[in-house]
DNA sequence: AACATTTTTTAGACTTGTCTAAAAAATGTT
DNA sequence: AACATTTTTTAGACAAGTCTAAAAAATGTT
């Protein structure tokens, strides 16, 4: 059995290395795990003896087949567990990930599977990132963002690249949430802010900080 | 905050303190908890220094208000995830026991009232133990066993005394979970093994060791 | 190629919770 | 009351995970 603090890393180092793949440095994961570079070194070594991740001294770290099964089935009782406490308990979209952090640790392939079907095998969690199926699978949605629309383009979202408590609240107050429907009225060439109509109700103004976290799919 | 061991202790020694008023042996924490005597008496030692329990050395430890209060609100998580557990993953009476040894200690008072109203605010977990409520009182049900009653006296199963998997699982085969009625129709007097009718469609026959742990609800 | 900066690793220490072995206190027995 | 047994505490050690400070390797710059 692994402990929390290992799945923790192993989770770390499997987010590190989405879309690139190249290695993950110490570094990089010392700052996604608020932790000392050293630590992490320390850390390495233990998952490389277990087999869980590929190790070469000064180059950086790579998951081991059997290491991403376990982060990739952490990520999905993760997720499932969000979707639960926003569903069933009505916690903001802002609030799930804290409590998944803890809940995604209780491993047992039987209580995640029963949850899956409790909730009836949600394909997103709570904040449009996919639910990985049972044998690891993940459908990733295109990263289209709303920055990347042009003018008089419409989309739905359908996802955040930016998971931090303020940016959700905000989208929250400006009713940019899952399945909202915007069309990119103005684009402002000196900053690239966008003002936006939203489900064709209303206008928003957002900075380009804020539409390029926003992942939308495009409309025809 | 505390950790998940502080946690434990404290559930411990409250377990152990219900029923008599007598202060906890260091000897029995160790036995609940399957540790060394020495162990115990150094987390009691730094228990005591947070107030929550209070130790006179070599005579016994009992919980402070605050390690009661925290102790109480554990039990009452553990129960709530008892009940969701089986109510909504349809897991059994003997398995849900170890997943709410880990849930209960993801603590947040706003989680379990959550938890609470999702489930309906039930009053008794799958094995028929109270549900402490918010304030931490706890409806006791009186300990009145199958082996307390008389020739031809009735019950409704309400509880268990023991909890462990295959007295559970035992009982299950025999139909004899919550809520179930039965009259006692026969009691050899050389064993005092019982015969009982089982919601007066069967009958089955059961020891002394299995009946004063089957706690009822004695039926005029 | 030589020097400067950044990144990674090592060395040694600290905290939490555990253990064994031994000492101290309490309890039981004659 | 004296001795034997049981219970509890203390002393000292260990594993996991962390930290700071310093050494080693890699990378960047002239
Ligand atoms: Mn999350
Ligand atoms: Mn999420
Ligand atoms: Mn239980
Ligand atoms: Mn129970």
Redesign the pocket.
């Known amino acids: 059995m692994n402990?929390f603090?290992?799945e923790n890393y192993l989770k770390a180092i499997f987010k590190l290395s989405l879309g690139s793949n190249k290695d993950v440095?110490?570094?990089a994961i010392a700052e996604q795990l608020d932790?000392?570079?050293?630590?992490?070194?320390?850390?390495?070594?233990?998952l490389s003896d277990k087999k869980l991740v590929k190790?070469v001294?000064?180059k950086?770290v790579s998951l081991t087949g059997s290491g991403k099964k376990i982060a990739v089935s952490i990520v999905r009782s993760h997720r499932l567990w969000e979707v639960f406490l926003a569903e069933k308990l009505h916690f903001k979209w802002d609030e799930v990930h804290e409590f998944a952090e803890e809940l995604e640790h209780i491993k047992s392939d039987e209580l995640t599977e029963r949850l899956d079907a409790f909730l009836g095998f949600p394909k997103h969690d709570p904040h449009g990132d996919p639910i990985p199926d049972k044998e690891g699978n993940i459908n990733r949605h295109k990263d289209i963002t709303v920055a990347n629309l042009k003018l008089n383009e419409k989309g739905v979202i359908v996802g955040v690249k930016d998971h931090s408590k303020s940016y959700l609240k905000y989208l929250e107050r400006l009713d940019l949430i899952l399945g909202t429907e915007i069309e990119v009225k103005d684009v402002v060439d000196f900053d690239l802010s966008i003002t936006l109509s939203v489900n064709e109700t209303f206008s928003v103004s957002i900075s380009n900080q804020a539409s390029k976290n926003l992942i939308v799919k495009k409309l025809k």
């Open positions: 402990s603090t290992e440095s110490t570094n932790t000392r570079a050293s630590s992490v070194t320390d850390m390495i070594k233990k190790h001294k000064y950086g």
